[in-house]
């Protein structure tokens, strides 16, 4: 037999040696690989932090204190630390023997808020997660006073309004939604930033304006579907929207005055203007594209304008100060209502309107009317809500809750729609397409379709209501009214 090669044979002594002792799996000799040897600490200190409470009033001495436990190796130090809400440490204080508490001379600390916190090390050296509660000095939160404009989507500049923003000093921060958002300028009463994606469409998000990095300014911002903008925001109701002034005014009607006026705000949000401010209610206002001359409707009835108090249309340049002048269009003794201008004449028309005529049955009739500087006003035909087309050759209208066109010339009406729910039509003057308001889902939607009533489609189809849309003179905005969070506002559409 050959023999063993000395390596061969030592490994057979250490085989034989190895079941002589009885190293098999249930021998019961401890596993030199650590299966016997206490555990490795592999887990952190848990800690509390028990004063102050969150939200408490920082005083000029301030005790801190917490606990801290580790059921492994044990707890070596807790640690105590104050920073600003940017997280730069103000202070840092050890504490190896418990109870855990410091105390700290906070009477020289300016107004503002600040996190408290408390964390711990055990002895094998693993650390424990901050935990954190947020004390208040004196002054700490402000209020956004509101939003230019009061609602946008991503990628929107929004500025935020007030009086206490300060100078900035690289300590700034905003986040929208809890997502950091770029700041674009900052001064005392405003801090403009644009809107970051990641946040969610068609709700309202909390805003957070931290300042110099120890005060908080707070505000809810409507953050609407894409493309949309918010114009208004008012407890008051806002409807009828229209352009002027080369698309960079929206004119409404409004309530915010107690009573029925015009009102106007520019087109991608800011401070309203009264315009009208008459006693009598003021509503449903068109403005002249040529020469931003206003047409609206109203009961005002004092200084003999409209002895009988019922609606008519008056015109004039507003606003214009205490130097106004304006004068009646009507002086029936019916209801006219809604006037639109045209952009161009065609057979001298310039103005269009609804009259309620009374038929020999006593029924109030809507009817179309015309109006022109030369030949006065006449009948045109039955319906209401109606415009001009673009070279004032059409006239789009609503009757018996669908949209109809017929030409200046003569000739029979021409029905567009038969869904026998579509209101207040309103004939693009760059696109000549014609955008209405329609009853879709349970909701009054935005739709739109060619001028001979081919391809309707939704522009804007939500849950809640959407009316009265008026194209801008290049077509490339919408401005409409919604019932969007209990409140009548103007919204503006950016088509893509």
């Not at 005529?357 to 030949?375: F, K, Q």
């Not at 801008?472 to 409409?480: A, E, L, N």
Request: include cysteine; charge should be negative.
């Amino acid at each position: 037999m050959r023999p063993l090669s000395r390596s061969l044979a030592a490994t057979a002594i250490i085989v034989l040696l190895a079941a002589w002792l009885g190293c098999s799996e249930d021998s019961g000799v401890t596993d030199l690989g650590g299966g016997g040897n206490p555990p490795l600490d592999t887990i952190a200190p848990v800690v509390a932090l028990t004063s102050p409470q969150d939200g408490a009033t920082i005083p000029a001495q301030l005790q801190i204190s917490g606990t801290a436990t580790d059921a492994s190796s044990g707890v070596a130090f807790a640690q105590f630390r104050i920073t600003t809400l940017c997280d730069a440490v103000i202070i840092t204080v050890n504490d190896s023997t418990p109870p855990y508490e410091t105390s700290w001379d906070a009477s020289g600390l300016a107004s503002g808020e600040y996190r408290i916190c408390m964390a711990a090390t055990d002895s094998a050296g693993h650390a424990s997660d901050w935990v954190c509660v947020t004390g208040k000095k004196g002054v700490s939160s402000y209020q956004i006073a509101g939003f230019s404009p009061p609602g946008a989507g991503t990628g929107t500049k929004v500025k935020a309004l007030g009086d206490f923003f300060g100078t900035d000093n690289g300590n700034g921060r905003v986040r929208v939604g809890g997502v950091d958002a770029v700041i674009e300028s900052w001064s005392n009463e405003e801090v403009e930033f644009t809107v970051p994606s990641g946040i969610m469409e068609d709700a309202m998000v909390g805003v957070e304006i931290v300042i110099d990095c120890r005060l908080r300014a707070t505000g809810q911002l409507d953050i609407p579907p894409a493309n949309v903008i918010r114009i208004t925001d008012s407890n008051a109701m806002d409807e009828q929207p229209c352009w002027g002034g080369g698309d960079n005014w929206i004119y409404f009607s409004s309530t915010r005055s107690g009573n029925w006026d015009i009102w106007r705000i520019p087109a991608r949000g800011g401070e309203a203007q009264q315009v009208t401010h008459d006693p009598g209610p003021d509503f449903w206002a068109d403005v002249k594209p040529s020469d931003g001359k206003l047409a609206w409707m109203t009961t005002r009835d004092h200084l003999g304008y409209n002895p009988d108090g019922d609606y008519e249309i008056m015109e004039g340049y507003l606003p214009c100060g205490t130097a106004c002048t304006w004068g009646l269009v009507t002086t029936d003794t019916v209801k006219s209502r809604m006037p639109a201008w045209a952009i161009q004449l065609h057979g001298g028309y310039n103005l269009t309107f609804t009259n309620d005529l009374i038929d020999d049955r006593g029924y109030a009739i809507p009817t179309v009317m015309l109006h022109s500087e030369i030949g006065g006003i006449e009948e045109f035909t039955e319906g209401e809500n109606s415009n001009f087309s673009y070279d004032g050759r059409w006239i789009v209208y609503q009757k018996d809750y669908n949209i109809y066109k017929i030409a200046i010339d003569g000739g029979d009406p021409i029905q567009l729609t038969t869904h026998g729910n579509d209101f207040f039509p309103h004939w693009g003057w760059a696109n000549d397409m014609i955008v209405f308001q329609r009853s879709s889902s349970g909701f009054y939607a935005i739709f739109k379709m060619n001028p001979d009533g081919t391809d309707q489609q939704p522009v804007l189809e939500h849950r809640y209501h959407e009316y009265s849309p008026s194209w801008s003179s290049d077509c490339t905005k919408i401005v409409y009214c919604a019932h969007r969070w209990s409140n009548f506002d103007i919204y503006m559409y950016e088509v893509p």
